[in-house]
């Protein structure tokens, strides 16, 4: 059953088991009005691994709330991510949660 979270459920949610909270990378995706939903969602399946639910859940709190965090790690992980969504053309940004 899904749950719609919000911008801060989703920095508690992205934080891995290994990583303590208030550390690491925000991927922060901004909402835009030139990208399907559909193609944003598997764009993050892509470059994340979540599921497509997952994924849909996020691009949707973006699509409402203007952005969303779509996880949170390290930075080589965080830039990673960021280079394919941004390849995908979606405009995200990186912030430093410590």
């Given at each position: 059953m899904a749950t719609k979270t919000?911008?801060?459920?989703?920095?508690?949610?992205g934080?891995?088991?290994?990583?303590?909270p208030g550390e690491g990378w925000a991927v922060?995706?901004?909402n835009d009005d030139h990208?399907?939903?559909?193609?944003?969602?598997?764009?993050i399946v892509r470059a994340?691994?979540?599921?497509l639910?997952?994924?849909w859940e996020i691009?949707?709190?973006?699509?409402?709330?203007?952005?969303?965090?779509?996880?949170?790690?390290d930075k080589p992980k965080a830039e990673a991510i960021a280079s394919v969504l941004e390849?995908?053309?979606?405009?995200v940004d990186l912030k430093p949660m410590g």
């Open positions: 919000s911008p801060a459920t989703e920095v508690r949610e934080v891995s088991e290994r990583q303590a922060v995706l901004h990208n399907d939903m559909l193609h944003v969602a598997a764009l994340t691994g979540f599921s639910e997952r994924a691009m949707m709190t973006a699509h409402t709330e203007g952005k969303a965090i779509v996880t949170i790690t390849s995908g053309g979606l405009t």
